[in-house]
């Protein structure tokens, strides 16, 4: 039976891609490992070192409830939840998993959708590795382009970010098979079957993170150099310019989304307390690097050091080194697609809009991943021409340990980001009021005073379905049940330390405690939280 589920991957790896049966069985093997790693790490973490891993990230456990809040929220539940600054495809990708409860309130309804993105991540670099000629050598070899597969995935900053619900996974997915896409169509521009998919990949990876906004421009651009340079029928003119353009529909949508429900089309780049702009203009990482290109390039380069270690940045540095003494002018062309989403987080740090510290926020200098991959592995090509079996052995042995160490030797940062955020006083203590209220909850709506992020913890820990708690933000004075809650809420959930979101409306029941408890009697109370219930 395990045999026949072995095929049948097989079979769909190669009809996805366009496979021999040998290179089908590679790429099958590829996917197995990165999942067996992937689920074997996550039920490591889970059970031996803490059953919140999954849910570190504070943004992880956001997902999760914004996915499941499309079917499971008091208050119209459905599109009208997609909301702005978030694009809305990573949740729809989550709402099948979110809204089984012990995959929701563990974290691991994020590994069902990142896992197999990350698997498929790795094979997608395969390919395109496989596709990249240099000098003399027609392909490079298919050792090297496993080796590289397998580097990407095994990393352990990557596979973090591989196993919970943030967006980085199935964002490079896209990312990465629209650059296979666009490399196999630029390499052949009669196969407009490639142009298409590249496009409709892009239409994807832009309705998951904007750092892909770059390229629909960036395809056009060349669709409209082809077009110009070659020579095709009219027809295949038009069409290949109408399929190009097919590209930008995510960001059309996402613009038309805004403009509709909110009358501005970029109110996700300026939304109060939640979008990216709002954060880096209201905390201090900004200071450091607005309008300083030095210290952005020293954060960003040392974060990338940190991430993937001196050995493969050198290994990528000496690729790069024989790719540009390499006679391949259009094989270059997929470089310049690869390097537009990290350009764009360097551009976003410089203008103000970005944060980035050394380990914070270092989950987007995965996007640089699929570059170094391929600089790594056309420095491997080159080995293979020159070197002797042990010598190239030793030299892949040493990328592996060397990588495979890094969680012994130094921190691993994409984790240590997300548990920095996790082990903050305020979090802590909402994870103890969420499992204190699962406890205690019997019945009845749930009023919370806490700001967004802060409830989410509480909404996930306690596994209480989301269309029973009543939020109470800055947005959410209008509603009857503010000013009178008791005749509305049977419980009451409500902290000292409110979010940014919530400051105000948190206060003005801060404030007047003694009239919640004429109709409300505390059950719980820790340093931070009160669990109130009707008298």
Known sequence: MRYDKIFIIAILLRGMLSVTVREGRILTTIFLIVVGSGLSTALYLYFIVDKYSLLHYWDAVSHLVAARKLVDWGENPGFGQIGTVWMPLPHFLLLPFAIIDPLFTTGFAGLAVSLPALALTSIYLYKIVRGFGISNIVAVPAYAAFVGALLYASNPNILYLGITSMTEAPFVLFFVAAAYYFQSWYQNTGKLRNLLLCSIFLSFATLCRYESWFLPLFLIIVAGVSVAR????????????????????????????????????????????????????????????????????????????????????????????????????????????????????????????GEMSLWFNSRFMILLSPLIILMTCIFLAKRYGSARKWQLAAVIGGLFIWQLAMPAFSAVITLADAKGGYSVKENLLAIETGQALKSLYDDGKIMILTGSGLEQRVMVTSGIALSNFDEIISHSTWKPSFREPWLYDKWLVITSRPGSDATDTTTYWLDRMDELESHYTTVYENEYYKIMVLR
């Open 230 to 353: 070659d020579k095709y029928p009219d027809t295949k003119k038009i069409l290949v310019i109408l399929v190009s353009l097919l590209s930008l529909s995510s960001i059309t949508f996402w613009l038309a989304w805004n403009q509709y429900h909110y009358g501005d089309p970029f109110e996700f780049s300026n939304t109060e307390y939640y979008s990216a702009s709002w954060y880096a203009q209201n905390r201090p990482f900004r200071e450091l690097l607005f309008l300083q290109p030095m210290n952005v390039l020293s954060v960003y380069g040392i974060t990338a050091l940190m991430m993937y270690g001196p050995y493969l940045l050198v290994a990528a540095a000496i690729g790069y080194h024989t790719l540009r003494k390499a006679h391949i002018r259009r094989e270059k062309i997929i470089l310049l697609f690869l390097a537009l989403p990290p350009l764009f987080t360097l551009i976003s740090l410089l203008i103000g809009i």
